[in-house]
């Protein structure tokens, strides 16, 4: 795949059409236990501009957060209320790593 940057329709289009196989996203799987379906390539083979482009966040932080607010139907409330505590993404919810040492606490180490 080339660096080239996409048409603002070619993106729309592949975005509704992941499940494509013409989609420059995805490709059959090699491995025979999938039995042909399709895959998600691996995404350094994308342009950056490609995956900003197509709506994922630059960090890590900000894609847990986005996937927060999606869990809990958008609502910025609902995901500071979350008790999902065994969640992988729990204490990232907020948007900030709390295991940073700039972050703030709430008790003492």
């Not at 630059?58 to 996937?67: D, E, G, T, V």
């Amino acid at each position: 795949m080339s660096n080239s940057t996409l048409s603002e329709q070619e993106k729309a289009s592949w975005k509704k059409s992941f499940r494509n196989p013409d989609n420059p996203y995805v490709e059959r799987s090699p491995y025979d236990t999938d039995r042909g379906n399709l895959i998600g390539i691996d995404p350094s083979r994308i342009s950056k501009q490609d995956l900003l482009d197509l709506g994922h966040a630059r960090s890590p932080l900000k894609s847990i957060r986005a996937k927060c607010l999606d869990c809990c139907g958008g609502s910025e409330s609902e995901v500071r209320k979350c008790t999902a505590l065994h969640c992988p993404s729990w204490s990232f919810r907020m948007g900030r790593n709390v295991f940073h040492a700039k972050a703030k606490r709430g008790t003492n180490d």
